[in-house]
């Protein structure tokens, strides 16, 4: 696997963070009512920043919470025959917000079907948006995000990386060659 390109450095990132941020207070009017919740593992640490991002316009404090899919996923039976379970921790309750879904990359649609899963559980939402840092395309189920840092037309062959603190040191997003 090699590098080709470098989609978004850390500016980059902010700066679609801090347009995403916009963009949920905009079309939910403001955030009395919304709360963000992100997906395990990147879709936290970028769910914290659109937070602080919406805290610093708003100054208002919009909840966070995490959500693990891991036992939502359709793959669950082909992945390794213990998987990593990263934790659930919503520590309120979504019955009636506007929640906001985070993650890092949108793909199939699988990650985020299991997600909308995973959150029924936990209560009924009024509405249920979806934040992605790059959308790369190739759906294989009819799901869309309300908010997107950045499009990134791929082929099959590549690799979105997320590259993004604290799981590494620099904040950037990559695309890789899964061939070279």
Do not use: C, W
């Not at 978004?8 to 916009?22: L, V, Y």
Request: hydrophobic letters at 45%; glycine letters at 8%; zero cysteines.
């Amino acid at each position: 696997m090699r590098e080709k390109a470098t989609i978004m450095d850390d500016r980059g990132m902010e700066r679609a963070i801090s347009r995403i941020a916009h963009e949920i207070i905009e079309k939910n009017k403001g955030v009395a009512d919304v709360a963000l919740i992100g997906i395990q593992r990147r879709g936290v640490p970028l769910a914290r920043r659109l937070a602080e991002s919406i805290e610093k316009v708003e100054g208002v404090e919009v909840p966070v919470g995490v959500l693990d899919i891991t036992f939502y996923r359709d793959d669950l039976s082909l992945l390794n025959e213990h998987p990593v379970v990263n934790g659930t921790d919503i520590p309120f309750g979504v019955t009636g917000l506007a929640v906001v879904l985070v993650d890092d990359v949108l793909f199939t649609g699988r990650t985020a079907r299991a997600a909308l899963d995973a959150l029924m559980d936990s209560g009924r939402p009024r509405a249920i948006q979806l934040a992605v840092l790059i959308d790369r395309g190739h759906r294989e189920l009819p799901i869309r995000a309300d908010f997107v840092g950045k499009n990134v037309p791929t082929s099959r062959s590549e690799l979105v990386a997320v590259h993004i603190s604290p799981f590494e040191k620099t904040d950037e997003v990559l695309l890789m060659d899964l061939e070279g």
